[in-house]
Structure formats: C-alpha cells, structure tokens
C-alpha cells in the first residue's frame, strides 16, 4: 500500500506562513516562495513542543484546526466580539489550504468585472451541481455561490487579493482567482490569515490535539486538549467551530469506505485523519457522503506532489505514454482520472510550453522539485520522456489547429484554449491519480450548525471545510475548496458569536 505524504515540516521551510501571538516564532527561510518578509507560525521549538505561555481555561469559541477555515473562523468571531482560540495538533498552521494550488471559484466578482468576464450566481450554481452529479445539498451550494463575491472582496479588504483568473475542470467561466502574479493560492492564503490573526492577536496554539468536544446539558460545553502530547487539559467554551478537515491521510478510514483505495498514494498532509468527524460523531452528529472519495488526476507519484489543475486551465494537454491526447483535458477531475486509469499504462504526461510556464508560476516551484522535464523542441521532448516523437509532434501541432480554429473536434474541450503550445521551451510532468478530497463528512446546514440524526442543531457545535459533506456532492470541481472553507468559515464565525451572545 502507498501512502506518500509531503510533510508539514519541509513545507514550512519553503511556503510562506504568517505570524501569530502566543507562540514562539521562528524567522522564515530566506528561501521563502514569496518576498513578502513575515514569521514562520508553528509555536515549535527546535525540541518538537510548543509554548503555551497565556493559555486560557476558557475562550467563548473553540476553533479546532489552524486552516483556512478555522482561521477565517477566528477571524469572523473576533470582529464580532468573541475570544476565540485555535488548537492545531500539527507543528505548523495551514492544513490542507497550504496545499492548494488552483484558486478560489467565486462569481460575479469584481475581478471578473474589471477583465470582461461574464458569470453569474446561477451559472456556478449549475456547474457545480453538475460537477457533483446533481447530489449536493443545494442549499449549501446556493449559500456557497450566493456568498462567494463577498468572500473575495472580504479577503482582498485584509490584504489577500485574488485578481488573478483562470479556469479548472468543470467550469464553464473563467471563475478561478489566485494571486496576481498567477502562483498557487495555498501559501498566499494561509500567510495572509495569519498575518490577520496576528493583528487581531488571535492566540493560535500548536502541537494541540483536540480529543474531545465535551457536553454538558446536551450542549458544547468545550474540549479536552492533549498539549505537546504529554498534559491534558480541559477548556471551556460555549461553541466549538470543528475545523479538522477530511480524511484522506487516514487509509484505514479510506479502505473501510473502497478497498481500492489502499493502492494510491495521497495528496494529504498527514495530519488529515478524520479526527473532527469522529469526535462530533460521540456526540451524536450526523455524517452525509462518506464514500465519496476524490481522486485528482494529476498528482506526480514520487512525491504525491498534487499538480495544479490551473496548467491545465493555462493550455497543457494531457498524452498517454503513445504521445496523443486520450481524453478532454478540463473535463471534472473524477472523469480525467477514470480516463488515465483506463489507459494501457495507467499515467499520463501534462505537455506544456513556456508559455503556460509564464502563466502558471507554481510550475517554478516543480521545477525546482525536478519534477519538469524540458527540452527546446517538442521531438527532443519527446525523446526525454520516451514516447513516441512523431506522435507527440502530431499531437501538439493538432492541439494548436484547435485552438486557432477555436474547437477541439477530437474531445471537444471548450475551456483553457486561449494559447496554444508553440513557444519553446516545451515541458513535460509525469502524472497518474492519487487521493485528493473527500466529500463526505459532517452534515450541516447553511448555518455551519452541525446536525444529528434526527436533524435537528447540536447546540453550540459548528463546522467548516472538508471536515463537512454535502456541499460537493460526488465530486468536487478544482477551486470549490477554498470558496468552502473561505466561505463557510466565515459563516462559522459569524454563526458562533450570534449564538454566544444569544
């Protein structure tokens, strides 16, 4: 079984991560990803444990996990009066939002606005419901789009701007926003919320290990936390925001749901367990798609190094190890992948030019990894990766016909065709599927309260992100995570304090 994590640990010393309070703060590597100058966020010390200096018996609001949604959750709680605390049992903040690459979907945003594109709610709407196979909950995702242009302009109010757009697969309109210059949208979120929850001196506590969310009168009444894996402690809090993200480093957990899933390798930080759904399981919460288990199509298997959809949606194809395109490119990620599976050799190659490079700058940071593979004509190319040459310069200069005459006749791909493959030099990224996202998770409504068995809002109990299912259905569309957590989050937050000072 294959279970290939890219650790926290090595990642913090190349993404960006913010400052926080409370904590002992580290200076970030001068090799960081970004030029902004800040803090590296682990409470850690040198000896794995962290300093908590200032730790409260009682907060008005638990947030467990330190991602994006539990820190757009601290966030929202505080501008609303509360105090709240976040608990993160890794060394380090960011979660899975770290990882992220594409952007966050969002319609009829400003941005869109101000560069020509035309979206609107209804259109998200649709295409997310039909990325989901019509099974989400369509409240959630009335919730979701309805919310999303707020969102963008409530991270850009805090100095994290998302004007750049791109597409991912699904998407019928150009509704992916990252960061100007077009780099992957993980480590610019996770540094600007934390840069946030610094100013507002929000204390964020790691190597912090939620064990409980505790009851009293059939209502949250806290949580027992393990600090540096050695003294227990109980604190109390009216509300408790559950913001623990899914389970797609917990094969166990994974296995029990498809047996097949045991031979991928996953996307996940390691710290992706499940363990908020279980907790909020004790206390009698109801869960909603739990076998819906995202494969991602183009992961890089030596390092289970996830590659951003957004060179897809900037113009590469994807071939067989025969040199030509199998299958439309931008097609959702559950049929791209079924696509490469299928094929004699069960990966595939993402080609791309320096163009697409140009567009895409995470691919600098692929680059560094070794993961690119680069040649100044497309025969050279294809003599590197071993496929076929006149295959493969068939293939490309067919993929180009296309995109002049505006229409992919062959798979009938309709987005990311605004450039076509023709400015050396020419790359080329090894990829097959791997574990991604899962979709299933605690059921909530459209107020993040979180519901149990018979439906009805466990008291004092939220939740935000992928620790939450219903909103994606069978499959998530590339970008609906961050619009999920960024959104949700908030919500969370705002519905926490309404429900403190009630």
């Known amino acids: 079984m294959k ?86 049992k890794m060394p380090v903040a960011g979660g899975n939002t770290i990882k992220a690459s594409a952007g966050m979907n969002a319609s009829e945003t400003k941005f ?8 609107k709610n209804e259109t998200f709407f649709e295409d997310t419901m039909k990325g989901g196979k019509e099974t989400n909950d369509e409240a959630l995702v009335h919730y979701l789009v309805d919310h999303s242009a707020s969102a963008i302009d409530w991270l850009d109010s805090m100095g994290i701007t998302l004007s750049n757009i791109t597409t991912t697969g699904g998407m019928s309109v150009e509704r992916t926003h990252r960061p100007a210059d077009g780099s992957a949208v993980g480590q610019y979120l996770v540094s600007g919320l934390l840069r946030n929850i610094e100013e507002r ?62 031979k991928f390798v996953t996307t996940n930080q390691e710290g992706s367990t499940g363990d908020g759904i279980k907790m909020a399981q004790a206390d009698g919460a109801e869960v909603v798609d739990m076998a819906e288990i995202q494969i991602h199509p183009t992961v890089e298997q030596d390092t289970a190094m996830l590659i951003t959809e ?62 690119t593979t680069s040649a100044n004509t497309v025969k050279e190319l294809a003599d590197k990766i071993k ?72 008291p004092g109990m939220f939740a935000a992100g992928e620790v939450t299912g219903g909103i994606h259905g069978k499959n998530r569309i590339g970008g609906n995570a961050v619009a999920d957590i960024i959104i949700f989050g908030r919500q969370a937050g705002d519905q926490s304090a309404a429900y403190v000072k009630k």
């Open 201 to 262: 001196e929000i204390p964020l506590y790691t190597y912090s290990d939620v064990k409980e969310i505790t009851m009293a009168d059939g209502k949250v009444s806290g949580v027992d936390v393990l600090l540096n894996n050695e003294e227990e402690k109980e604190i109390k809090a009216d509300a408790v925001v559950i913001a623990t993200g899914g389970f797609g480093a917990n094969f166990d957990m994974l296995t029990s749901y498809n047996e097949s899933l045991g």
């Open 310 to 371: 957004a060179v897809r949606g900037e113009g590469a194809i994807l071939v067989s190890d025969q040199g030509t395109r199998f299958v439309n490119e931008m097609e959702t990620r559950d049929n791209v992948s079924a696509a490469i599976l299928e094929l004699e050799q069960p990966s595939a190659y993402l080609i791309f030019d320096s163009g697409v490079k140009e567009r895409v700058t995470a691919i600098d940071f692929y680059e560094e990894a070794g993961l």
């Open 112 to 119: 869109q606005k101000e560069a020509g594109i035309v979206d």
């Open 3 to 88: 279970r290939k994590f890219i650790s926290m640990l090595s990642l913090s010393a190349v993404l960006l991560l913010g400052a926080c309070s409370n904590q002992e703060k580290e200076k970030a590597s001068d090799n960081s990803s970004t030029d902004e100058s800040t803090e590296v966020t682990s409470g850690a010390s040198a000896n794995a444990s962290a300093n908590f200096e200032g730790l409260k018996d009682e907060y008005d609001v638990v947030i467990i996990g330190a991602g994006g949604g539990g820190m757009a959750a601290a966030i929202e709680a505080k501008e609303k009066g509360l105090e709240p605390v976040i608990f993160e």
């Open 387 to 458: 496929v076929d040459a006149s295959a493969l310069e068939a293939t490309v200069a067919d993929w180009n016909k296309s995109v002049s005459d505006g229409k992919d006749t062959t798979f009938g791909r309709e987005t990311g065709m605004k450039h076509d493959l023709s400015k050396p030099d020419y790359y080329a990224i090894k990829i097959a599927p791997g574990i991604h996202h899962t979709m299933g998770g605690l059921k909530i409504n459209t107020k993040t309260e979180v519901l149990d068995k018979e439906g009805k809002a466990i």
